[in-house]
């Protein structure tokens, strides 16, 4: 089956002043990402693999260069169309989970459907219980982020990031204050969206077996691609215990 | 912690400002309440002369309104009943304990239901005074209640000496609400005239009711020109002054509603320091939810978006704060007013309505929206990268 590209980053650079130094942290970066693929970005620190991804997600503008959003140039857009673009379109999961942490599991999934101001308050506050059982969190609905472990923080993040059913979901090392148990089960969440639900993603990180749940991985050195390896087969994963999760959560 | 703590205090600064507005403004409203009252049971057709004096009434010798003037001027068209009545400061003992009140020298033979629209309250406690009685006396509310004029109160049948002479109490007035008019001392015109030989015929006030269909400041003003004429005085140096009781009541209710004023200012100038505070208060708190502000840029907020919920946190702040401090200006207005009733001054009381409440709490809101309206600027410019790097 032929994939439609849903992200093409063209010659993209992204320059910093630092004081008196020039920071190049991207240097013509080029990048296409098919509709539904799953992507891994690593590289050392200072690689530009994070700038790169807030690039994607409209988080911040480069200096140069084009960024197409289904083929929608979204590099110079205003700051307001790119909220919006974030809000509808993108999923965030970060290393630091980064809930809200006066905000309720619940409340903290809601929020971005809040933003969006399309549904009334009942049927966010059900598609966000929804969406909770759905990362195993039913029982949690009502905890506030200090009241949950880190691994179900980052399965609330996950929630979160699907609220408004986005096609493309960002990791920035979502497991990377993770031990290796709940990072897994975290990976395995991702690894069901990206082939269940279809959602495209991509992921920093800096663990080689995380990556490896990725159909290709993209090495950065000093803001270029240096290595890219695409992967013939996906793995098969199983989930945990066999779980059975639905995962028919699309909004109509 | 230290955020709950500065959220609390930021409240308390807001809070005392709300609550003397609260509490100054629910008395202002209980006194133009109680002027309501009295213009209604006093009527506003009437018309008070008074000496022009440089003292009180009662204590200056040279000013007076005498007999014929009174005569005069209750025959001037469009005058219905007049009221002459004497006023004096005088000695009253009950018990071995004695004071200095005021009498005042009534004539038992004006029309009662006159009479008491003028006193706005008659005697509900014993009798009135009948023409020519030397040694009887009517006293004010006062005079009854235990440790307000005198240690014990007086009883209806008790003895009191006025300047040495020995009268009976024979009733009491209602309740009027100031001391000054609830110990007040009421004779008639021959025990008045008894006791100050020298006065008789200086009165020490007039009121007048004006016939019906009359305007009473147009009457006024005729009194006023020709009580002149008839004295023969200069315009602008008249010894006594015309005064409806509509612009009476009025005057007193200027002065009321400027000080009024200037306390609400007062408790303003505490809104805007507190509103100062807030601003802080909210500076802080941008600066230490950079890295929230960037997260819910991610998730979609628009400027707009943050804006909106921080100057909503603002005012929610100075709401919550304006809430407490309507209630503690209610706690502290009402026992002021319990204060003021128990030391004689019931007529000093302070209402309540709704709409004072909603407002006080409505105008916090604001103070605290208005104050967080720069801070939530900078919040909303924060660039997501930055905002989401920041620790």
Redesign the interface.
């Known amino acids: 089956m032929k994939r439609a590209t849903i992200i093409k980053l063209k010659n993209v650079w992204k320059i910093y002043q630092m004081g008196d130094v020039e920071v190049k942290a991207l240097r013509g970066l080029d990048l296409e990402v098919k509709d539904g693929e799953f992507v891994s970005v690593m590289g050392p620190s200072g690689s530009g693999k994070s700038t790169a991804v ?1 690039m994607i ?1 409209c ?2 503008i480069p200096t140069k260069g084009a960024i197409y959003l289904d083929g929608k140039n979204i590099a110079h857009l205003e ?2 169309e790119l ?2 673009i ?3 379109r993108i999923g ?1 999961i ?1 290393q630091q989970f ?4 006066t905000l309720s599991a619940v409340e903290n999934v809601t ?2 459907m809040m ?2 101001n399309k549904s009334t308050a009942e049927e966010r506050r059900q598609r966000a219980e929804k969406l909770l059982t759905m990362v195993g969190l039913g029982d949690r609905l009502y905890h506030k982020p200090t009241e949950l472990s880190g691994g179900q923080q980052q399965r609330v993040a996950i929630a ?1 990031s699907i ?2 059913d986005p096609e493309v979901i960002l990791a920035d090392e979502p497991t990377g204050n993770l031990d290796s148990v709940t990072g897994k089960v975290v990976m395995d969440f991702l690894a069901e969206l990206n082939e269940k639900e279809d959602k495209t993603i991509i992921m920093v990180t800096h663990d080689r077996y995380v990556a490896e749940h990725a159909d290709r991985i993209e090495y950065l050195k000093d803001g270029v691609i240096v290595e890219s390896k695409e992967k013939r087969k996906r793995m098969k994963r199983r989930f945990l215990n066999g779980r059975n999760h639905n995962l028919e959560v699309r909004k109509n | 912690m230290h955020r709950k703590m500065r959220s609390w205090l930021t409240v308390l600064s807001i809070l005392i400002g709300v609550m003397a507005i609260y509490a100054i403004v629910s008395f202002g409203l209980g006194i133009q309440s109680y002027m309501d009252t009295i213009a209604e049971e006093a009527g506003t057709d009437k018309i008070y002369i008074q000496p022009r004096g440089t003292g009180a009434p009662g204590t200056d010798e040279n000013f007076f309104i005498s007999e014929d003037e009174a005569n005069f001027v209750s025959k001037i068209k469009g005058i219905d009943k007049t009221l002459a009545w004497y006023l004096k400061a005088g000695l009253i003992k009950y018990k071995d304990q004695q004071k200095y009140y005021f009498l005042a020298g009534i004539d038992p033979e004006t029309d009662q239901e006159f009479l008491d629209q003028v006193f706005t309250v008659t005697v509900d406690k014993g009798r009135h005074l009948k023409k020519g009685e030397l040694d009887k006396v009517v006293l004010g509310y006062n005079y009854q209640v235990d440790d307000r004029v005198f240690e014990k109160g007086v009883q209806l049948g008790d003895k009191v000496e006025i300047n040495d002479v020995k009268f009976t109490v024979v009733g009491f007035y209602e309740e009027i609400g100031n001391p000054s008019d609830d110990g007040n001392i009421y004779l008639t015109f021959d025990a008045f005239e008894m006791l100050y030989p020298e006065t008789e015929g200086k009165y020490g006030a007039l009121i007048m009711s004006t016939l019906p269909g009359e305007n009473p400041s147009d009457i006024a003003d005729k009194v006023e020109d020709k009580l002149r004429k008839y004295k023969g005085e200069d315009e602008g140096k008249e010894t006594f002054f015309v005064q409806t009781f509509e612009d009476a009541l009025e005057t007193f209710g200027n002065v009321i509603n400027v000080l009024n004023g200037i306390l609400v200012l007062i408790a303003l100038i505490s809104l805007v320091v507190a509103s100062v505070n807030i601003m802080n208060t909210m500076y802080t708190a941008v600066l230490e939810r950079t ?2 502000i960037g ?11 943050i804006l909106f919920i921080f100057i909503f946190e603002s005012g929610f702040l100075g709401a919550v704060g304006g809430a407490i401090g309507v209630l503690f200006g209610y706690l502290i207005a009402s026992s002021g007013g319990k204060a003021a009733a128990a030391a004689g001054y019931s007529s000093l009381y302070p209402i309540f309505p709704w709409q004072l409440t909603a407002a006080c709490i409505a105008f916090a809101f604001f103070v605290g929206a208005i104050a967080g309206v720069l801070p939530a600027m900078q919040a909303a410019k924060q ?3 930055d905002a ?1 790097r920041y620790e």
């Open positions: 807030n997600g988080l911040d700051e307001s909220a919006q974030r809000g509808r965030f970060f980064n809930l809200i942490p929020l971005p933003f969006q979160r609220a408004n | 890295k929230e997260v819910m840029k991610a998730i979609g907020a628009k400027n707009g978006d660039k997501p990268v989401l």
